[in-house]
């Protein structure tokens, strides 16, 4: 398996990967210790959140691309590699790790509600402006909002949340959105530096 496959194919994994460890969480953790059940469980739901984006319907890239930014170049400005390298870092390595550090404090894993609810309300306002789907959509209707937003009632009902870790929370989901949409918008200077250069 090349890197070159993966940059193609990875969010085909998603579903089976999704389905996998639902499993392994059901097996694993405690689903007594309700809220440390409810922080993993995002990982499996964001993984159906990205094969409906990326795989099935699919398409998020040339909505962005076409639909977001009015570009026709299917490469800006996102590509497969840039898609690749803007979901991998934050839900393949960062939720499951901070998850699991959320064993040893609840508090490491109380920004990933909040980042799930706050990319699913993105989709929520992108189809309310454009008046019609986007992908990532159905799921962040049916399972982002909804359990992510239980994740929080359950979190702040059963344990007593100082307000630093909030705003630390909340903070963190907000940055990773914001270093998404700079890096997003740079690939989009660089098609327009690019475009007049070919003009000149």
């Not at 940059?7 to 007594?32: P, Q």
């Not at 499951?96 to 920004?111: E, Q, R, V």
């Not at 982002?144 to 630093?164: N, Q, R």
Request: with cysteine.
């Amino acid at each position: 398996m090349s890197i070159k496959w993966l940059y193609k194919n990875w969010a085909k994994l998603c579903l089976i990967l999704s389905i996998i460890t639902t499993l392994i969480i059901f097996l694993v953790v405690k689903t007594n210790d309700i809220v440390l059940f409810l922080i993993f469980i995002q990982i499996p739901i964001y993984l159906l959140h990205q094969f409906e984006e990326h795989a099935w319907p699919g398409g998020f890239k040339n909505y962005v691309n076409k639909q977001i930014f009015k570009v026709s170049d299917t490469n800006y400005p996102l590509n497969d590699i840039s898609v690749f390298w803007v979901n991998i870092p934050i839900i393949w390595i960062l939720m499951p790790l901070f998850a699991g550090l959320s064993y040893i404090n609840l508090f490491f894993g109380l920004w990933i509600p909040y980042f799930a609810v706050i990319n699913s309300l993105t989709h929520v306002v992108a189809a309310i402006v454009k008046r019609e789907y986007n992908p990532g959509l159905a799921v962040s209707v049916i399972l982002g909002i909804p359990v992510g937003l239980y994740t929080l009632w359950i979190f702040y009902a059963l344990i007593k949340v100082p307000l630093m870790f909030t705003f630390l929370s909340i903070l963190a989901a907000v940055l990773m959105h914001l270093i998404l949409i700079i890096f997003i918008r740079r690939r989009y200077a660089e098609f327009k530096s690019n475009t007049l250069s070919d003009l000149q």
